[in-house]
């Protein structure tokens, strides 16, 4: 699949040379920060320097008051609390944070709740909610999920059972009948930041409680599960995010809770975690359990002391891991094989695909991996109870959200993001929704949507590989949507021995030489792409996309190219 190289507007090098000298940094790295909108100094020192004290007002948010002053009755009077979260790594992570509020609070009388994937189905449900009337827990405080349930929070106030809700989901047409409903994509809500994850939420209310009361709590014990939802939920790295996951981090790297300590000894992590190592190391690991048997295990993970029982949990989770990525590679190759075979979907803007044996638990990975080979926006889908579930994937810059709520009327229920979303319909609906969606993706999409995009943040030559301008560029960390790792190009580029490299042949360690200087070997290694080896060794110039990356040998560290796409450089 060839990408678009997109290049970021150019800054004026006026500008450039004007933060240049108020921060005392390069021109590359100023052009860096100009281009993400910091443009003054105290922008960039709030960036370089984020701050727990430049949190918003919880209070803020619509709804907080009611929902603090509601939690707080059901603590000063015991009624209960079923502590209610979705199954994903926001949902579990969300689950866990406000459990081990409760625990360090040392109120007993709650327990957590997430549903069951594959009997339960996404969201607030009515065995959830059976479940808390049974155990007589009088408040479900709902995490990641609830902002669509609208019959579902009708059945639980029939159960005398009050619900809290905190969703970063957007809302549907009508808001449910909950006692309080803290969402920041409410249209009625003023809070000043919308990105939040269903953890971060959660985190609010928990920071608004402890404003309230006057208790006297340490935020840092509860943001490396800020961090893991926020890296795994993409959900945007500015704002609130930035300062969640900057401090979540650092307790991660600094004083990990058991369960993640015992996930980063198992798989022998010693080095300082990024937050790419919480999406592609600890994410997959936790949305495993989920997938694959009940997120409830992960939860317990996120929440055990005892070793012993850590171990075993990450035994199982190590496990269901293994079976996730099998189902994942069976599922991927059906469903292009099933691709290749379908005149429709040869030709079509979308990808919408449907096999009854097809686990539920992998259908969104498996969306992935088919928009790594027919890049555009797909869904997939399995039978579930009877019904057809399954999971929305979008390519860039399109709104796969609206384009299944302008389809809506075919469906069950739905709900999501701009990139991923889940939906449920009835079996004989699914071809009547195959056409509309294809209509409606086809009426959307831009004609630079068809082609993956490599956003390109400026141009560097050789003599800029080096040390000092990596350490400068990996203090803008930690890196997600809206501050994503730079990628650099350098052009004019020969071969100098590079070579097809892993146990798969599938990979590329380069050495290549530039015209400017050609004593100065440029090495980097190239992920998947064993097969532009022919372009190398035909001798012709190339041009690289690249992030920069630090290779480690014998103790000696260097600087070298995470190549990301090669080109003839005509």
């Known amino acids: 699949m060839q990408y678009q190289w997109i290049f970021k507007e150019k800054i004026p090098q006026a500008e450039k040379r004007k933060l240049s000298r108020e921060l005392g940094i ?63 790594v926001d949902g579990t992570t969300s689950v866990a944070l406000l459990s081990s509020f409760l625990n360090d609070l040392g109120y007993e009388n709650h327990e957590f709740y997430i549903p069951d994937r594959y009997k339960e189905g996404y969201g607030l449900s009515k065995a959830g909610i059976d479940h808390a009337k049974v155990k007589g827990l009088g408040l479900i405080v709902a ?42 994509k409410r249209d009625d809500c003023e809070y000043p930041y919308k990105e939040l994850s269903g953890c971060g939420i959660g985190l609010k209310l928990i920071q608004a409680w402890s404003k309230h009361t006057g208790f006297d709590w340490n935020i840092e014990n509860y943001l490396d599960l800020c961090a893991i939802s926020i890296a795994c939920d993409i959900v945007p790295m500015n704002g609130e995010n930035r300062i969640l996951s900057f401090y979540g981090l650092k307790e ?12 980063l000894e198992r798989l022998g992590k010693n080095t300082v975690l990024e937050n790419e190592d919480l999406v592609f190391l600890i994410g997959p690991r936790i949305n495993a359990a989920g997938r694959i048997k009940h997120a409830s295990y992960a939860a317990e993970l996120f929440l055990g002391t005892d070793q012993k ?45 449907y096999h009854q044996n097809w686990n539920k638990g992998v259908v969104g990975i498996v969306a992935s991996r088919l928009i790594e080979k027919h890049y555009r926006p797909t869904i997939v889908l399995t039978e579930s109870e009877g019904k057809l579930s399954g999971s929305a994937r979008s390519v860039h810059d ?54 993956p995009v490599l956003e390109i943040d400026l141009e560097l030559e050789p003599e800029d590989l080096n040390q000092k301008f990596y350490n400068q560029v990996n203090r803008m960390t930690p890196f997600g949507p809206a501050n994503m790792r730079p990628v650099f190009v350098m052009r004019g580029l020969r071969d100098d021995g590079s070579r097809i490299v892993g146990s798969d042949r599938k990979h590329l360690k380069t050495s290549l030489i530039s015209e400017s200087d050609p004593t100065k070997v440029i090495k980097g290694i190239a992920f ?31 600087v070298e190219m995470m190549i990301k796409d090669i080109r003839p450089s005509n």
Not at 252 to 263: C, D, S, T, V, Y
Not at 530 to 540: I, M, N, Q, R, T
């Open 26 to 88: 390069g021109t590359s790295l100023a052009t860096l920060l100009l281009q993400r909108g910091l443009n003054s100094f105290n922008k960039a020192q709030a960036f370089f320097c984020p701050s727990l004290a430049d949190l918003h007002d919880p209070f803020l948010m619509k709804d907080m008051d009611v929902a603090v002053q509601r939690l707080h009755t059901a603590l000063e009077e015991d009624q209960g609390i079923l502590v209610y979260g979705d199954y994903d």
């Open 143 to 184: 995490l990641d999920c609830g902002i669509k349930a609208v019959e579902l929070a009708r059945y639980a106030k029939d159960q005398g059972i009050d619900l809290i809700i905190c969703d970063h989901h957007r809302p549907g047409a009508e808001l449910p009948p909950a006692v309080a409903i803290l969402d920041p």
């Open 252 to 263: 991660i790297n600094i004083n990990p809770r058991p369960g993640i300590k015992a996930i």
């Open 309 to 353: 029982e850590l171990e075993d949990l990450i035994d199982r989770i190590e496990s269901y891991n293994s079976e996730r990525r099998e189902k994942d590679r069976e599922t991927t190759e059906h469903a292009l094989s099933m691709i290749g075979e379908d005149a429709f979907l040869s030709s079509s803007k979308s990808t919408v695909l």
């Open 398 to 451: 399109f709104d796969v959200y609206e384009a299944i709520d302008a389809c809506s009327d075919e469906l069950l229920q739905f709900g999501g993001h701009k990139y991923a979303a889940g939906l449920t319909m009835e079996k004989d609906r699914f071809d009547q929704f195959r056409e509309k969606f294809e209509a409606e993706v086809s009426a959307r999409l831009r004609e630079d949507q068809h082609q």
């Open 528 to 558: 998947g792409m064993a097969d532009k080896e022919d372009l190398l060794k035909s001798g012709e110039r190339v041009d690289v996309a690249f992030s920069l990356s630090i290779n480690e040998w014998r103790g000696k560290r260097s």
